[in-house]
């Protein structure tokens, strides 16, 4: 991979950890859905002029929107607001367990022995991070985000069945437009009159939103698309895995949290499981014997 490329490729696990930690410093004056719809309108305004209409795939796409987006993200933000940034994102990453069990389920995908071993290895990690002492009465927050995670891997499920009618770039722009008015309509619907929420808004709230829009969405979604364009699935996936790093990073740096000791220690554990499922060794060891041969 050129080293330009690479720089490219670390964007994505930055803007998208770093939005760990912005969004939740802006959950303080947003609530969840009003805060997500937000972020999916201001991201569809930048990117859907750039791609066509996916006719024939509209009504698909608003189901996708749905479960994918409104409802996933909607489960997700709604336990971050409820509990710490660092516990919540090493959590988050059980939804590529998660995604492996239901593709297993639902579309008859069997798992290498590596791959089940991760999976063993990072639930085991998800019930470290559980019986943490730093987790009590957090209980709602933690079921909310694993049951985001597991509305993820339903909504990849969905995904791949138009997989390569659609470009990467253009599935994220109309989730967007989709996603956002639903998750707006959402709000309205829960949460109530936003009006007095977006009037009380300090710029710092508006930054977050700017960033969860532009920066974490628009700019990591066209890092991470231009970089699986140039090389192979398998290469790229393992950037990921400095995901969680960037998100405590920005949790500890920004929000003053304090990681408790047992969750970190659970942290490594999934990121480990979590790394056996979408590394492997044998392709990346062939590509480099045939780079170096």
Same mark, same amino acid.
């Given at each position: 991979?050129?080293?330009?490329?690479?720089? =490219? @490729?670390? +964007?994505?696990?930055?803007?998208? #950890?770093?939005?760990?930690?912005? @969004?939740? %410093?802006?959950?303080?004056?947003?609530?969840?859905?009003?805060?997500?719809?937000?972020?999916?309108?201001?991201?569809?305004?930048? /990117?859907?002029?750039?791609?066509? =209409?996916?006719r #024939?795939?509209?009504?698909?796409?608003?189901w996708?929107?749905? +479960? @994918?987006?409104?409802?996933?993200?909607? /489960?997700?933000?709604?336990?971050? *607001?409820?509990?710490?940034?660092t516990? %919540?994102?090493?959590?988050?990453?059980?939804?590529? +367990?998660?995604?492996?069990?239901?593709?297993?389920?639902?579309?008859?995908?069997?798992?290498?022995?590596?791959?089940?071993?991760? +999976?063993v *290895?990072?639930?085991?990690?998800v019930a470290?991070?559980l019986?943490?002492?730093?987790?009590?009465g957090?209980?709602? #927050?933690?079921?909310?985000v694993?049951?985001?995670?597991?509305?993820? @891997?339903?909504?990849?499920?969905?995904?791949?069945?138009?997989?390569?009618?659609?470009?990467?770039?253009?599935?994220?722009?109309?989730?967007?437009v989709?996603?956002?008015?639903?998750?707006?309509l959402a709000? &309205?619907?829960?949460?109530?009159?936003?009006?007095?929420?977006?009037?009380?808004?300090?710029i710092?709230?508006?930054m977050?939103?700017v960033y969860?829009?532009?920066?974490?969405?628009?700019?990591?979604?066209?890092?991470?698309?231009?970089?699986?364009?140039?090389?192979?699935?398998? $290469?790229? $996936?393992p950037? &990921?895995?400095?995901?969680?790093?960037?998100?405590?990073?920005?949790?500890?740096?920004?929000?003053?949290e304090?990681?408790?000791?047992?969750v970190?220690?659970g942290? /490594?554990?999934?990121?480990f499981?979590?790394g056996?499922?979408i590394?492997d060794?044998?392709?990346?060891? *062939? /590509?480099?014997?045939?780079?170096?041969?």
């Amino acid at each position: 991979m050129q080293f330009r490329h690479i720089l =490219i @490729a670390l +964007i994505v696990p930055l803007t998208w #950890g770093f939005g760990f930690a912005f @969004a939740k %410093a802006g959950l303080g004056h947003f609530p969840p859905l009003l805060l997500m719809g937000l972020r999916f309108v201001l991201a569809a305004l930048l /990117l859907v002029w750039f791609v066509p =209409i996916p006719r #024939g795939h509209l009504w698909t796409l608003c189901w996708i929107s749905f +479960i @994918a987006a409104t409802l996933q993200y909607g /489960l997700t933000f709604s336990g971050l *607001a409820r509990m710490a940034a660092t516990p %919540a994102v090493l959590l988050v990453q059980s939804e590529v +367990i998660f995604g492996v069990i239901i593709a297993a389920i639902l579309l008859g995908e069997r798992p290498s022995l590596r791959q089940v071993l991760g +999976i063993v *290895a990072g639930l085991g990690g998800v019930a470290v991070i559980l019986d943490a002492p730093a987790l009590e009465g957090q209980w709602i #927050g933690v079921m909310l985000v694993l049951s985001g995670a597991l509305t993820w @891997a339903f909504g990849q499920v969905l995904i791949r069945r138009i997989d390569g009618a659609l470009s990467g770039f253009q599935l994220t722009a109309w989730i967007g437009v989709m996603a956002g008015p639903q998750m707006l309509l959402a709000s &309205l619907l829960i949460d109530g009159d936003p009006l007095p929420a977006i009037k009380a808004a300090p710029i710092e709230a508006w930054m977050t939103v700017v960033y969860l829009g532009v920066v974490m969405t628009a700019l990591g979604y066209s890092a991470w698309y231009y970089v699986l364009g140039r090389y192979p699935v398998p $290469m790229v $996936m393992p950037v &990921l895995l400095l995901l969680p790093v960037a998100a405590i990073f920005g949790a500890v740096t920004m929000l003053g949290e304090v990681p408790d000791p047992t969750v970190l220690a659970g942290g /490594l554990v999934v990121i480990f499981g979590v790394g056996a499922v979408i590394i492997d060794p044998a392709y990346l060891l *062939a /590509l480099w014997r045939k780079k170096t041969g």
